[in-house]
């Protein structure tokens, strides 16, 4: 069964940083590509990043480029998002998933919050 658990969120004010991790089991994490999404208040899901199987490959939505960061560790079974340079809008709940027709499982998320 999949499984994901993120964690890492918080308060931080403008211009701070957040490394948020995501808790993968259930499936062959090396074989699967992986992706970070997000839900600001009163928004729909939002796509943020993606990380190729292998890991060799990564891209990032508009907003967020040259910010985060995507990665993961395929001994710990870990996907990370490395958040710099925070703004306001960057506010929402993140969560990981998988990439493909099995992107229906669901963590609980984490909230990020940037404000001052």
């Known amino acids: 069964e999949v499984q994901l658990v993120e964690s890492g969120g918080g308060l931080v004010q403008p211009g701070g940083s957040l490394r948020l991790s995501c808790e993968a089991s259930g499936f062959t994490f090396s074989s699967t590509s992986m992706q970070w999404v997000r839900q600001a208040p009163g928004k729909g899901l939002e796509w943020v990043s993606t990380i190729h199987n292998s890991g060799s490959i990564t891209t990032y939505a508009d907003s967020v480029k040259r910010r985060f960061t995507i990665s993961r560790d395929y001994a710990k079974k870990m996907l990370y998002l490395q958040m710099n340079s925070l703004k306001p809008e960057d506010t929402a709940v993140y969560y990981c998933?998988?990439?493909?027709?099995?992107?229906?499982?669901w963590g609980q998320g984490t909230q990020v919050t940037v404000s001052s």
């Open positions: 998933n998988l990439v493909g027709p099995f992107n229906n499982y």
